[in-house]
Nanobody
Framework: VQLQASGGGLVQPGDSLRLSCKVSGRPSGRLAVAWFRQAPGKEREFVAANRFSGNYATYAESVKGRFTISIDNAKNTVYLQMNSLRPEDTAVYYC?????????????????WGQGTQVTVSS
């Protein structure tokens, strides 16, 4: 499984941004996907996860109600819609995948990682 993240950029507080993660290399079958982020000097932290079937979304408390993880099975793409962005959302965002039924909130729960995409929220 290969993952390719994109969509990061520089936005102002309150703006929205949508990240994409293209999944290739036999994504069909049991697969769970997630987004993590890592700010400078901090550990990588969980943002959101879902089954590739798209019916079991979970979120970190810090993004609940603002971020939405969704799956387009036809395009083999995972999205992270981020609304009401805050400066503290600034980080490199990574998509990840595991062959488990559903991934947990820790990086060790995932076997496959994409390269990061930078999100900067600043006025």
């Amino acid at each position: 499984v290969q993952l390719q993240a994109s969509g990061g950029g520089l936005v102002q507080p309150g703006d929205s941004l949508r990240l994409s993660c293209k999944v290739s290399g036999r994504p069909s079958g049991r697969l769970a996907v997630a987004w993590f982020r890592q700010a400078p000097g901090k550990e990588r932290e969980f943002v959101a996860a879902n089954r590739f079937s798209g019916n079991y979304a979970t979120y970190a408390e810090s993004v609940k109600g603002r971020f939405t993880i969704s799956i387009d099975n036809a395009k083999n793409t995972v999205y992270l819609q981020m609304n009401s962005l805050r400066p503290e959302d600034t980080a490199v965002y990574y998509c990840a995948a595991t062959r488990q039924i559903i991934g947990g909130p820790y990086p060790v729960d995932y076997d496959y990682w994409g390269q990061g995409t930078q999100v900067t929220v600043s006025s």
